[in-house]
C-alpha cells in the first residue's frame, strides 16, 4: 500500500499544487483565463489522444453507460459537492470539487498507472511511477493555480488508488495486456475530454459520476474474452 514510488507521485502532487496556488495568486485575472484556456485545450486533446486508443468503440461506450447510469445513481459528484460545502460552508458548487475530481480523475485513468503499479507491484520497478509522478507534479502546478486545494487534495485519493493497484498487482497483471488496457485507456480518455470541455464552460458535465465506467470496462471486457 505505501510503496515508495505511490508516496513520491503524491507528494509531487502536493508540491506542485502548493506551487501552483502560490503562482496562481500572483496572477492577473487575464492570465489567469488564458492559462485556464491553455489547461482545457490541452486536456481535450489529451483526453481525444486517449479515446482513439479505443479496441472496440462499443465496448466503451457501454462502460460510459453503464458507469455513468451508476454514478449518477449514487450521486457520486453531488456526496462530494456536499462533502466540500459542510468543509467549506459553502452551498457546495466550489472550486475545490471540481478540482478534486478532476485532478483525480487526470491523475489516475492512464495507461501509466495501471502499468506502473503493476510493475511496482509484480517486479519492484517504480522507474514507470517515478516518471508519471514528474509529469503529475508539473500538471498539478497549472491545476493548482486554477482549481487550489482541490488538487492537493487529490493527491489522497492518488495515493489510496494507486495504492491498492500496487498491493493486488498480482491478482490485476490481466490489466497489462491490450484486450483490458486499450478499453480502459479510451474510457478514461472519454473522461479526460470531459474534463476539457467543462474547463471551457462549454457543457457542465459531471466527471465524477462517470468513475464507475473504469469498473465497467473491465468487466464488459472480461465478459468478452468469455464468449470470444
Known amino acids: 500500500?505505501?510503496?515508495?514510488?505511490?508516496?513520491?507521485?503524491?507528494?509531487?502532487?502536493?508540491?506542485?499544487?502548493?506551487?501552483g496556488m502560490l503562482i496562481g495568486?500572483?496572477?492577473?485575472e487575464k492570465i489567469q483565463k488564458m492559462l485556464f484556456t491553455s489547461v482545457a485545450l490541452t486536456t481535450i486533446i489529451?483526453?481525444?489522444?486517449?479515446?482513439?486508443?479505443?479496441?472496440?468503440?462499443?465496448?466503451?461506450?457501454?462502460?460510459?453507460?453503464?458507469?455513468?447510469v451508476a454514478g449518477e445513481v449514487i450521486d457520486i459528484e453531488g456526496r462530494l459537492a456536499r462533502l466540500a460545502g459542510r468543509i467549506e460552508k459553502s452551498d457546495g458548487q466550489t472550486k475545490f470539487v471540481?478540482?478534486?475530481?478532476?485532478?483525480?480523475?487526470?491523475?489516475?485513468?492512464?495507461?501509466?498507472?495501471?502499468?506502473?503499479?503493476?510493475?511496482?507491484g509484480i517486479t519492484n520497478d517504480n522507474s514507470i511511477i517515478y516518471l508519471k509522478s514528474l509529469l503529475d507534479g508539473i500538471s498539478s502546478v497549472i491545476?493548482?493555480?486554477?482549481?487550489?486545494?482541490?488538487?492537493?487534495?487529490?493527491?489522497?485519493?492518488?495515493?489510496?488508488?494507486q495504492g491498492l493497484l500496487v498491493s493486488f498487482a498480482g491478482a490485476l497483471s490481466f490489466l497489462s495486456a491490450d484486450a483490458y488496457l486499450l478499453n480502459f485507456t479510451a474510457v478514461g480518455g472519454v473522461m479526460v475530454l470531459a474534463i476539457?470541455?467543462?474547463?471551457?464552460?462549454?457543457?457542465?458535465?459531471?466527471?465524477?459520476?462517470?468513475?464507475?465506467?473504469?469498473?465497467?470496462?473491465?468487466?464488459?471486457?472480461?465478459?468478452?474474452?468469455?464468449?470470444?
Do not use: H, W
Open 1 to 19: 500500500m505505501f510503496n515508495l514510488s505511490v508516496i513520491v507521485n503524491a507528494v509531487a502532487i502536493i508540491a506542485g499544487g502548493i506551487i
Open 25 to 28: 495568486k500572483k496572477l492577473s
Open 46 to 68: 489529451m483526453g481525444v489522444q486517449m479515446g482513439l486508443k479505443a479496441e472496440n468503440f462499443l465496448i466503451v461506450l457501454g462502460a460510459l453507460s453503464i458507469g455513468g
Open 98 to 120: 471540481k478540482g478534486f475530481v478532476s485532478s483525480t480523475v487526470l491523475f489516475v485513468v492512464g495507461p501509466m498507472t495501471v502499468l506502473g503499479c503493476i510493475n511496482a
Open 143 to 161: 491545476f493548482g493555480s486554477v482549481y487550489g486545494f482541490g488538487v492537493i487534495a487529490s493527491a489522497v485519493s492518488v495515493m489510496i488508488i
Open 196 to 228: 476539457g470541455i467543462r474547463l471551457l464552460d462549454i457543457k457542465e458535465i459531471k466527471v465524477g459520476n462517470f468513475l464507475p465506467s473504469l469498473g465497467a470496462v473491465i468487466l464488459l471486457d472480461y465478459i468478452k474474452t468469455l464468449i470470444a
